[in-house]
């Protein structure tokens, strides 16, 4: 029988003890587009952001290098897939493609927004459902989980052929509300496909819910048909999952000045505001905020006196520290009293 320190098959304690440590040491890597988010999530986990390189070549290919070490290592990187989001992808992957050559332990995408949950279903002939193709490419470089927060279609998900744990942000933006006077408030989903996120923000919140019916036409235009529930003189809050040209909310505005609704907030997770329009929304006299999360960084061209963005990155390094200490991560879905 091999001794300890021999090279027989049975291994001391102290070389298990060791092996265990180092498979349980944790490794953030963020690409170019979430270094912020990424800084404020170390911060959380009390460990370092780890540094990677990108280079593009004379040709516009890239390069990305892992300048830590992360074999056997519990690595997340962290990227949201915002503008551009094809050349965030490319990076994307090619993190995971490194830390999967560099033998790391497990590999984690941790993806704020995902750009492509829009694109879930073949609605016409010849085109690409392009939610399952980024996810069969995450999967494929090398993603042994992914990380992400409301995603536009949940039934992406199933695209995946690994886990995927998808957070919401309807407590953090409770709390920030709920220091106001609600008890005339209703919480308005710009559409029934949204109604189940804005019933549960109502309950959080204490107040009632209505839901928009919504028509889109190809040239990416809306038209609010009906508003189902009670909003005449009520305040309004519109609970959104993303906002990215503004056309819904705006349609969903005048239908509400049109029914008599008060003043409204504007609420979302993913502050896409492309084209301007969060100035379009936000310069209205029957606005009174527009509050989103940090998932899609705002640059300060976006910068509006009622614009109001809460950073989520806490619920990210929960969530992080959950998976790497094996613990359920679906605790965090239960519904709670979001008091202050």
Same mark, same amino acid.
């Given at each position: 029988?091999?001794?300890?320190?021999?090279?027989?098959?049975?291994?001391?304690?102290?070389?298990?003890?060791?092996?265990?440590?180092?498979?349980?040491?944790?490794?953030?890597?963020?690409?170019?587009?979430?270094?912020?988010?990424?800084?404020?999530?170390?911060?959380?986990?009390?460990?370092?952001?780890?540094?990677?390189?990108?280079?593009?070549?004379?040709?516009?290919?890239?390069?990305?290098?892992?300048?830590?070490?992360?074999?056997?290592?519990?690595?997340?990187?962290?990227?949201?897939?915002?503008?551009?989001?094809?050349?965030?992808?490319?990076?994307?992957?090619?993190?995971?493609?490194?830390?999967?050559?560099?033998?790391?332990?497990?590999?984690?995408?941790?993806?704020?927004?995902?750009?492509?949950?829009?694109?879930?279903?073949?609605?016409?002939?010849?085109?690409?459902?392009?939610?399952?193709?980024?996810?069969?490419?995450?999967?494929?470089?090398?993603?042994?989980?992914?990380?992400?927060?409301?995603?536009?279609?949940?039934?992406?998900?199933?695209?995946?052929?690994?886990?995927?744990?998808?957070?919401?942000?309807?407590?953090?933006?409770?709390?920030?509300?709920?220091?106001?006077?609600?008890?005339?408030?209703?919480?308005?989903?710009?559409?029934?496909?949204?109604?189940?996120?804005?019933?549960?923000?109502?309950?959080?919140?204490?107040?009632?819910?209505?839901?928009?019916?919504?028509?889109?036409?190809?040239?990416?235009?809306?038209?609010?048909?009906?508003?189902?529930?009670?909003?005449?003189?009520?305040?309004?809050?519109?609970?959104? &999952?993303?906002?990215?040209?503004?056309? +819904? $909310? #705006?349609?969903?505005? @005048?239908?509400? !000045? /049109?029914?008599?609704?008060?003043?409204?907030?504007?609420?979302?997770?993913?502050?896409?505001?492309?084209?301007?329009?969060?100035?379009?929304?936000?310069?209205?006299?029957?606005?009174?905020?527009?509050?989103?999360?940090?998932?899609?960084?705002?640059?300060? &061209?976006?910068?509006?006196?009622?614009? +109001? $963005? #809460?950073?989520?990155? @806490?619920?990210? !390094? /929960?969530?992080?520290?959950?998976?790497?200490?094996?613990?359920?991560?679906?605790?965090?879905?239960?519904?709670?009293?979001?008091?202050?």
């Amino acid at each position: 029988m091999a001794k300890d320190g021999d090279n027989g098959d049975t291994a001391s304690p102290h070389r298990l003890e060791r092996s265990v440590k180092l498979i349980r040491e944790i490794s953030v890597f963020s690409g170019q587009a979430s270094k912020g988010f990424a800084e404020e999530i170390c911060g959380y986990l009390e460990v370092p952001l780890l540094p990677s390189r990108l280079q593009r070549f004379a040709n516009d290919c890239l390069e990305v290098q892992l300048l830590e070490n992360c074999r056997e290592r519990d690595v997340f990187i962290v990227q949201p897939l915002v503008s551009p989001v094809q050349e965030n992808l490319m990076e994307l992957l090619m993190m995971i493609d490194a830390a999967r050559g560099a033998s790391a332990g497990r590999i984690t995408a941790v993806i704020p927004h995902y750009a492509y949950a829009r694109s879930d279903k073949k609605d016409a002939p010849r085109i690409s459902i392009g939610g399952k193709l980024v996810a069969d490419l995450l999967t494929t470089a090398g993603a042994s989980r992914v990380l992400t927060m409301t995603l536009h279609s949940p039934q992406v998900q199933a695209f995946f052929g690994v886990p995927v744990d998808q957070l919401h942000a309807l407590r953090e933006l409770a709390v920030h509300l709920q220091g106001r006077d609600l008890s005339n408030t209703v919480v308005v989903s710009p559409d029934l496909g949204n109604a189940k996120a804005a019933t549960a923000f109502s309950r959080l919140l204490g107040t009632p819910v209505a839901a928009g019916a919504k028509e889109r036409f190809e040239n990416d235009q809306v038209h609010i048909t009906s508003i189902i529930g009670d909003v005449h003189g009520k305040d309004i809050i519109v609970l959104d &999952d993303e906002i990215a040209n503004g056309s +819904t $909310v #705006i349609e969903l505005l @005048n239908h509400l !000045a /049109e029914l008599g609704a008060k003043p409204a907030r504007v609420v979302c997770t993913h502050g896409i505001f492309s084209n301007g329009s969060v100035q379009r929304i936000a310069d209205r006299e029957d606005v009174i905020e527009v509050l989103s999360t940090n998932t899609v960084p705002i640059g300060a &061209d976006k910068a509006h006196p009622k614009l +109001t $963005v #809460i950073s989520v990155a @806490n619920a990210f !390094a /929960e969530a992080i520290r959950r998976i790497h200490t094996g613990e359920s991560v679906s605790a965090l879905f239960q519904t709670v009293d979001a008091k202050p």
